[in-house]
Each structure stands twice: as C-alpha cells, then as structure tokens.
C-alpha cells in the first residue's frame, strides 16, 4: 500500500483535498520513493494543487540535471514576461511548436508557421537559458521540412552552435 494513501482526504493550506485520482497522477509521474516522500512533505504545507506540486518537484529535478525541456521554455519565457508562446502570438503566425519533450542539444527547438495559401514551412530557434531569450538561428521559414530543420539543429549541436558551417555541411 503507498504512503500517498496516508493522504486521502487531506486538505492543504490551500484547500485542496487529495483523493484516489490524485494517488494515480502522482503514481504515473513521480518514480521514486524519495521523490513521493518529498511530495507527501510539500502537499501538507503547499496552498498549490497536487499536480502543481508534482510539476515543480520535476521542474527542480530536470533543472538539477541541467535538461531542458519545451515545457520549461514556455514556463521561462512566460516568468521572464516574454511573449513568444502567447496564444495571440502563435495564432497570428499560425505557428506550432514541433519539438516535444526535449530541446535538441539542451538550446534548440523547431517551429513552424503556415501563412494563407503558402505550405507549412519551418525555422530553428535557440533558447538562452540566462535570458530566456528566443531567436530564430535558420532564416525564418528557412526548412520545407521538420526532418530538415531538426537535422540542422543537430549539425549545430556538433558543431558547436557554428551556423556557415551547418549550411555547408546541409547543402553538401
């Protein structure tokens, strides 16, 4: 029987009870024993929601083993009051963020955009931790294809960020 079960009906400071689908959702994302009991001690004292508190206890974990996610970008880039994955912004351009999980190389990620009557075209973007900037590293629209714009991201993970030699390399 798990130690979560000890929770079951609990209200936090918050006023969220924790009941039998909670159990399940922390189950499926938390692995560890020692991860649950952390997550047992912050629920008693946490105004959040339980899947709130799962979140951060992944968000410090990824962020201790220096891996970066699309999911931490967006979170970033919303803290430091930047606007790239805004629901207008991404409308406006119909764009969609094509990488998942993940960044390519810990700093790249792939998007792409759809203007009226042109076909879906996609651009590499580099993601500075340090500033939660984002900027395009491909032309805009550069790639006809995610596999092409993904294979260059990886060329730049080898080659050290080196964009003239990618382009060589990706037209050779």
Known sequence: MSKLNSLIGVRNKGGFVFDEHDIRTVERMLHTNKDKQKFIEQYRQSIGAPLFIVQNII??????????????????????????????????????????????????FITSEHFENSPRHYSVREFDKRTGSIKTISEFNEFHSSYGAREFAKCLVDHDGDVEACKKLMMS
Not at 101 to 107: A, E, P, T
């Open 59 to 108: 968000y410090k974990k990824r962020a201790g083993a220096g891996k970066m996610s699309i999911s931490d970008v967006r979170r970033i880039d919303s803290e430091k009051g930047h606007h790239f994955f805004d629901r207008d912004t991404m409308r406006f351009f119909n764009s969609k963020i094509e990488t998942k999980g993940d960044l390519i190389g810990n700093k790249y």
